[in-house]
Structure formats: structure tokens, C-alpha cells
């Protein structure tokens, strides 16, 4: 069993730029799939990015591609959401998420969740 621990999230500006970090414990984080997803008050959650065990295939979200990298760092079971030019529509909790398999926008494919970082972007 893998837990997952978001941090980074803060109050920021429009045009600032963020790093959330997702810490998770366990031996087996590299054998995961790491995804990212955001969820803005009254909304359902949406996928932000996904990478693979390897760091070696990434997906974005088109809306977001460009503005956010998502990264991994095996030997420190430490996956980043490298966020830039916030906009006040990127408002929302972000959560870090692990599966098995493979790439997948679906939140249901993923089984393991943080417990979210909540990322406020001022006008």
C-alpha cells in the first residue's frame, strides 16, 4: 500500500509560478504511474498530467500544455507539478494519484490518492 503526501500549495498571484511535490512512501513508487489532477470548488475533478514509471512518456491536459511539467524523482519517491503563469482559473485543490498500469486521464484508474494541496491564484 502506497500513501501520498501533496505539499507546495499556497496563495500566489496571477502570473507567479509553483512547484507542488508529491512524497510518497514505500519501496514501490517507481513502479507507479504518477498522475495529477485539480479540482476547483463545485467542479468534479479534472486531470491536469500524467508521467510513467520511467519519467519517459508524459500527457497533459490541452488546456494546460505549455504552462505545467510534470516530473518525477525515483530515488526521492517525489513526484512535481511545476506550475507557471497562474491564472485565477487554476484555482483549486490539487491531488496526486498512483496507478499500475498505464497513462490514463480517468481518475477512476487510479487508485492511490493524496489527500490534496489547495493552490489559490489572486487577480
Known amino acids: 500500500h502506497v500513501q501520498l503526501v501533496e505539499s507546495g500549495g499556497v496563495l500566489l498571484q496571477a502570473g507567479d509560478s509553483l512547484r507542488l511535490s508529491c512524497a510518497a512512501s514505500g519501496r514501490t513508487f517507481c513502479l507507479y504511474v504518477m498522475g495529477w489532477f485539480l479540482q476547483a470548488p463545485g467542479l468534479v475533478r479534472e486531470f491536469v498530467a500524467a508521467?510513467?514509471?520511467?519519467?519517459?512518456?508524459?500527457n497533459y491536459a490541452d488546456s494546460l500544455k505549455g504552462r505545467f511539467t510534470i516530473s518525477r524523482d525515483n530515488a526521492k519517491n517525489t513526484g512535481y507539478l511545476q506550475m507557471n503563469s497562474l491564472e485565477p482559473e487554476d484555482t483549486a485543490v490539487y491531488y496526486c494519484?498512483?496507478?499500475?498500469?498505464?497513462?490514463?486521464?480517468?481518475?477512476?484508474?487510479?487508485?492511490?490518492w493524496g489527500q490534496g494541496t489547495q493552490v489559490t491564484v489572486s487577480s
Open positions: 494519484a498512483l496507478n499500475r498500469n498505464y497513462i490514463s486521464p480517468d481518475a477512476t484508474r487510479y487508485p492511490y
Open positions: 508521467i510513467t514509471w520511467s519519467g519517459g512518456n508524459t
